[in-house]
């Protein structure tokens, strides 16, 4: 077996061959195993790689010899390799979203010497993959991940592209939205809107501002509300809006001392700013006031509404509760009563949802509570006119057995009775308030059961893309680092709905996608492996191009002169 050269037509080719003989008339011709094209373009580091592969089949001191003829020693060495697939089909997704085009454009004018919109790629790709600070994220670009079109970043570069970020937030908000909204074809008549928190472990909060016309302005981090059991804490309250695919479409970041009923009217606000039409927001009961139920109504707009079943004696959803009638049963078993209450400019229309099973968890769960109140009675031995024992008010004012407790006008502890069968009648129940009469009941049963859609937004954003630890403390850093997590969700929700996997399941089909590097005499080659079936597949549902084999390939040098 051999290389040789032909020339046909003056042009030079090269060849595997070896010689067979004709078994009839013994002559010796030569059979062409591979053609490796024109001699003047043949990969001479594919050869080179070719003979080390056949180098190891022979003995020490022939390798030897054949590396002093070739001068193979150190032809080709493997240096490492890099993850690919993640930080390739983000940046397919995030240009075919066109967001490089959005804030290639609302940053032209600036002439930066860094490539910002790299910088913001490479933030937003490290929270969706592997979430860590800004410093840390110089290693993860550099070592760990190829970013497209980035080797390298300063944290200082990061520090400065969150703070363009920032700035083009209202402008990048809106045009992602309309071009996702326009390549998905999102639905955008029922928007989901609701809050949560992120604490800090500091000490104290933020001092409040005074600015230049003397109005206060609150300090962002602040003590408030904490949906995350962490009352002592600062914090601050992000707010989101959710199509009903469960898309994450505009973000908020308020102090920590704001409470839902309070923040209804700027939402509103910069919603209508986008002109999106017609449009029914879904909210629940924490957002449940007069003022915001009158500015959701505002524009021709209308809402859905959670509302509290425990309100005392008197008003509109307590009279909603006890009305008469019959209950209708959708499909999946929920049973809906469609209320109206009042008349004219005073109408209001409620839904009175029922769950059979729940109402079956309630009464099971209400009846081991009562067994125990009962119990822990009986152990108090009362007498009449005695003065309470330390037990006795620990009882009552027990959060969730004091409920079920009332005192005689002897001072006894008693079963309420009449709390009991009050509780007995909202079993499996919920209440929901609907300001348009065209919607029906069950449509408008279905919006509000969508909620769950913001509620998953929210547990990614904790889990998933890591919203906390904030390694920030100035407040537009804040704002901007809830900014690359809003664009990180995107990404991934878009991802998951349009190949029906979740991210966890997306991620270990990307893991499989790596780029070799390679170091030659003509410099570094870098060249992906073969994707599988499950990746071709993956990029092809959304319409995506996968890597080409060679990422980086070095000139090839000619002869010394």
Known sequence: MYLRTVTTQGRHYVQLAHNVRAPKTGVSKAQILYNFGRADRVDLDALRRLVGSIVRFLEPGEVDEVEKRLDLDGAVEYVGSRRLGGTWFLDRLWKRLGIDETLGALIAERRFRTPIERLIFAMTANRALAPSSKLALEDWVAGEVMIPDLPAVEVHQLYRAMDVLLEASEAIQRDVFFSVAHLFDLECDLIFLDTTSTYFEI??????????????????????????GRSGAAQVVIGWAVTRGGIPVRCWVWPGNRSDATLVEEVKRDLNGWRLGRIITVLDAGFNSEENRRVLHGAGDHYIIGEKLRQGEKGSPVEAMRRPGR??????????????????????????????????????????????????????????????????????????????????????????????RGEERLDG??????????????????????????????????HVVDIRPVHQRLEDRIRAHVLLCWLAMLLIRLAENETGQAWHQLQRHLRRLEVGIHRTRSGEVWQTNRATDGLEKLFGTLDLKLPPRYLAIPAVRGPAA
């Not at 600015?211 to 003590?223: A, M, P, T, V």
């Not at 009042?342 to 769950?355: D, E, I, K, L, Y």
């Open 327 to 420: 209950y209708r049963v959708l499909d999946g078993g929920l049973e809906i009563k469609d209320v109206t209450v009042g008349t004219g400019a005073s109408r209001q229309r409620f839904v009175v949802v029922r769950h059979p099973e729940e109402a079956k968890r309630d009464r099971v769960k209400r009846q081991e509570i009562l067994a125990e109140v009962e119990r822990r009675l009986a152990a108090l031995a009362q007498t009449d006119a005695a003065p309470h024992r330390k037990a006795a008010c620990a009882l009552r004012s027990h959060p969730t057995f004091g409920r079920y407790v009332r005192q005689t006008k002897t001072g006894t502890l008693v079963l309420h009775r009449e709390k009991i």
């Open 429 to 462: 129940k919920f209440l929901i308030r609907v300001s348009d009469d065209g919607l029906s009941a069950a449509d408008a049963v279905a919006g509000y059961k969508q909620l769950w859609q913001i509620e998953r937004v929210f547990r990614d954003l904790k």
């Open 203 to 228: 000490e104290g909060e933020d001092p409040d501002a005074v600015g230049d016309d003397g109005e206060i302005s609150d300090g962002l981090r602040k003590r408030g509300y904490s949906k995350d």
